[in-house]
């Protein structure tokens, strides 16, 4: 049977650079805890202007162009957000109006794991033969949910948006297994109370600034080593692979000491060949950052011929996945 590929990816950051230093001067904070206890520099932040839709279309014309088709072989569009620009309609509609072009589109919502979750989906799509050619979105306007004045949160998130293209033919990484998971229990950990139909809109929930992204950072902090691990070896049980058979690790951008932690528990990979820099750069950018992450190491050429890369992310709900993928040239 032949195996699905990510045929294409593109990435988008927007242009306006949130320092540490600037947030120096909005909350108590210092540049060397945020660079000690996240290893991020530097995150982006969206204009007025600047959407999950306009950045995850942008994301989507350079994915679909890498794919060398034109928006018309797109049949299916998938975006994974937890920032969409409404509750309804979807932003994977705004984005299929913008490229003028027809088929299913949908929003899918598994947090910071939504790029996994995406890519799953997009493989049964095309293998069993209902879609030909499945754009995955990842694009997240994070600062809409972040307050500001919440020094434990407003150091961590950024914006910016991440697209592939799935298909059957041509060339690019296989994908070879991919395993997800979640765990309601731990759901109050990571999330934004208001505006759901639990909380809806009112003078009250915005006065408790329940329309912000509330997290435990230390406590999600220990689930996602472990269950990033976990995910991994399920891929590798999956193929008959061991830990050696890994060429690259892409964790999810969360932190780099969560970045750290985990690849020590696959030591066999020299620190070159575990992708950091995008945390560093841009922040955590939840559903988008596996996605720029693949895109900006795809964009330098190092991936060889038949080199594995390894995904592993983590987010809310508690959600979690992994899958490995294969460079076929
Ligand atoms: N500057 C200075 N001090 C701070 C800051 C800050 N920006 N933020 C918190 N502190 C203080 C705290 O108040 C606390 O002080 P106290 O001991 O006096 O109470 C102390 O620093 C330690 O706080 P912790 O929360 O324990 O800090 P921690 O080392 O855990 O770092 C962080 C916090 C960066 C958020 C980390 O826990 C983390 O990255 N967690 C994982 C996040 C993640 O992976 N999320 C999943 C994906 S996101 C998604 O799905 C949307």
């Avoid at 060339?171 to 229990?185: F, H, Q, T, W």
């Avoid at 932190?255 to 070159?272: G, V």
Wanted: charged fraction near 20%.
């Amino acid at each position: 049977m032949k195996q699905a590929k990510i045929v294409g990816t593109g990435s988008y950051l927007p242009q306006k650079i949130l320092t540490n230093f600037d947030l120096q001067n909005m909350v108590e904070t210092s540049d060397e805890w945020i660079v000690t206890r996240t290893g991020i520099h530097e995150r982006r932040l969206a204009q007025e202007n600047e959407f999950t839709s306009t950045m995850g279309l942008a994301a989507a014309k350079k994915a679909i162009d890498d794919a060398q088709k034109i928006p018309q072989d797109i049949d299916c569009i998938i975006v994974a957000t937890l920032t969409p620009d409404y509750i309804f309609p979807s932003t994977a509609c705004l984005i299929q109006h913008a490229l003028g072009i027809n088929g299913p589109a949908f929003d899918m919502q598994a947090a910071c794991s939504g790029y996994i979750y995406g890519l799953s989906i997009a493989k049964a799509f095309v293998e069993n033969g209902q879609y030909k050619n499945v754009l995955i979105v990842a694009s997240e306007k994070l600062s809409s949910i972040v307050d500001y004045s919440d020094r434990t949160t407003c150091v961590v998130f950024g914006d910016g948006a991440a697209a592939c293209v799935v298909s059957l033919e041509g060339k690019g990484l296989s994908i070879d297994s991919v395993k997800l998971g979640a765990s309601g229990e731990y759901a109050d950990l990571l999330i934004l109370p208001g505006g759901g139909c639990r909380h809806p809109a009112t003078h009250e929930t915005v006065d408790q600034k329940m329309h912000y992204l509330r997290m435990k950072g230390n406590e999600v902090f220990k689930h996602a080593i472990r269950n990033m691990e976990s995910a991994v070896r399920e891929c590798l049980a999956d193929l008959h692979l061991e830990e050696s058979n890994i060429d690259w690790l892409i964790p999810h951008q969360a932190n780099k000491r969560i970045i750290d932690a985990l690849a020590k528990r696959f030591s066999h990979l020299s620190e070159e060949k575990v992708v950091q820099n995008v945390i560093s750069k841009y922040g955590n950018t939840s559903a988008s950052s596996i996605g720029i992450a693949l895109d900006e190491l795809r964009k330098e050429g190092k991936v060889q011929h038949h080199e594995k890369i390894v995904f592993t992310a983590f987010g809310a709900g508690f959600t979690w996945g992994a899958a490995i993928v294969t460079n076929q040239k």
